[in-house]
């Protein structure tokens, strides 16, 4: 909840989403900022069954544009997962950002 009078902080310029698909689930790093950011990022998503899948790579977010950094998409079988975003942006402090679900 906000309270009144204070600013909402915008969104982190690299962030995590994630969407069901059939049985599976779809993991996208997404980039949008309105400034110019250069960071490095590290998505790692496990499952419940032990899998574990890691994609890393180098963004450079041009001010108004969205881009699609990477995307996994994990078969679960009703298995459990976890998904875990870190960046590390040139000139701020890194961050994290995790999702889970039961499914």
């Known amino acids: 909840m906000a309270l009144a009078g204070m600013a909402a902080s915008p969104p982190p310029p690299i ?3 994630a969407e069901p698909v059939g049985s599976a689930m779809r993991f996208q790093v997404v980039g949008e900022a309105d400034r110019p950011v250069s960071a490095r990022f590290t998505l790692q998503v496990e499952s419940g069954a032990g899998n574990r899948s890691q994609n890393a790579g180098t963004a ?3 001010p108004g544009q969205r881009a699609v950094l990477t995307t996994v998409t994990v078969s679960l079988n009703g298995q459990p ?3 875990t975003l870190r ?3 040139e000139g701020a402090a890194p961050y994290e950002q995790a999702l889970r679900g039961d499914d």
């Open 15 to 17: 962030r995590l989403e």
């Open 81 to 83: 997962w976890r998904a």
């Open 87 to 89: 960046v590390e942006p």
């Open 60 to 62: 450079r977010l041009v």
